[in-house]
């Protein structure tokens, strides 16, 4: 059994008179793809806010490999050094002059040796691709290259587990791939990565596990394929079907697919799924095959 690396349990939390975090908890798996999907307003901020110790909890505990953290100065350092956390928002992030200054502040701050920052700033910028911004202000990135800093700051931290809010938030179709492809090489490389969105293709398609979270409380938790099925269920969170899944269903509705066949998780796994059902079928009806061939050469 996969152990826990970082768990909430029974978290409360509250802004001013409105319930933030209602009871919550939730298990995050070693070496895992998590997807946190739900609502804006459901809490999903405030649940990773939690998770790498910049909000405490008005109850419950957060744990990291099974022990509660403390919230002094040596607890927090832990904590963050093992979670990292990436803001949706790079500029609520980014705040030193330069790109190096900026990945290499929280390495120095934990105290490492200036040669080990060294390194692990280089090896930050090398994943991200932003070596050549390395000198490059951080107020004169575009978007893209901001939320690649962010995330350079984070990965240079060395964690545990990597948290991403929204992360495809305002990425063109070139920054989104390059994104994908850097989270898939961090997850080959050993990394428990925690993804919160309200994309519910990118959680289906990516995700190991995928949590739903409805006013501040996590109501499912599961594979993909079973959490993420239900349109009635997912409409009462403000969510919906994700759109490889629905498709699925429909051709299966209609007896294109047959019900043992599973369910594709990607567009491409969709579309090999239906080219193969058209071959079946071509195969089954060579009568139609010779008269359109026929039909054809009349015409």
């Known amino acids: 059994m996969t152990r826990a690396v970082l768990s909430a349990r029974e978290l409360t939390f509250r802004y001013g008179d ?9 298990e995050i798996s070693e070496g895992r793809r998590l997807a946190i999907v739900g609502a804006n307003g459901a809490g999903k901020t405030t649940l990773l806010l939690h998770l790498n110790g910049t909000n405490r909890p008005a109850s419950g505990t957060v744990l990291l490999r099974d022990e509660p953290v403390t919230y002094d100065r040596a607890g927090l350092t832990a904590l963050r050094t093992a979670v990292g956390l990436v803001f949706q928002n790079p500029d609520d992030q980014l705040f030193a002059g330069t790109v190096y200054q900026d990945v290499s502040f929280g390495p120095l701050n934990i105290g490492l040796a200036e040669g080990v920052v060294r390194e692990r700033v280089e090896e930050a910028l090398e994943a991200l691709e932003i070596s050549h911004l ?12 901001k939320k690649r800093a962010a995330i350079a700051g984070a990965v240079a931290m060395g964690p545990d587990v990597l948290i991403l809010d ?7 179709p070139s920054g989104f791939w390059h994104l994908m492809g850097l989270l898939t090489r961090l997850h080959e490389a050993g990394a428990t990565l925690v993804v919160a969105t309200h994309d519910m293709s990118l959680a289906y398609e990516w995700a190991d596990e995928v949590a739903v979270l409805r006013d501040g409380a996590i109501v499912a938790h599961g594979d993909p394929q079973d959490v993420m099925h239900d349109p009635a269920e997912l409409a009462h969170s403000g969510l919906r079907v994700p759109w490889v899944a629905d498709v699925a269903q429909t051709l299966r509705d ?20 239906i080219a193969a059902r058209c071959r079946v079928g071509e195969d089954a009806r060579p009568d139609q ?3 359109a061939t026929g039909l054809s050469e009349l015409g």
């Not at 409105?18 to 939730?26: E, N, Q």
């Not at 929204?166 to 063109?172: I, R, S, T």
């Not at 209609?254 to 799924?273: A, I, M, N």
């Open 18 to 26: 409105v319930a933030g975090i209602a009871g919550l908890s939730l």
């Open 134 to 145: 390395r000198d490059r202000p951080t107020h004169m990135l575009s978007y893209g290259q």
């Open 166 to 172: 929204e992360p495809m938030a305002g990425l063109d």
């Open 254 to 273: 209609c007896g294109v697919l047959p019900p043992d066949v599973p369910s594709p998780r990607t567009r491409d796994e969709l579309k090999e799924l």
């Open 289 to 291: 095959r010779s008269r």
